[in-house]
């Protein structure tokens, strides 16, 4: 019974997933960083803002 738990691998791939989640999860963290340090954020919201409302005026 006990071999049995060690040679099944069914949550392999679960944990694989967590893994690669994590890893897309800090890198996205450590991307936008710098936006939320300033009002830098608040200027990137407006454009985005503006740009969905207004397409003309985007650049």
């Not at 006990?2 to 691998?9: G, T």
């Not at 944990?15 to 200027?43: K, R």
Request: with cysteine.
């Amino acid at each position: 019974m006990f071999i049995q738990f060690l040679d099944d691998d069914d949550g392999a791939q679960v944990v694989e997933y967590a893994l690669i989640i994590a890893v897309i999860s800090i890198a996205l963290i450590v991307a936008l960083q710098p936006l939320t340090t300033s009002n830098s954020f608040s200027d990137f919201i407006e454009r985005v803002s503006t740009c969905l409302t207004t397409p003309a005026d985007c650049s």
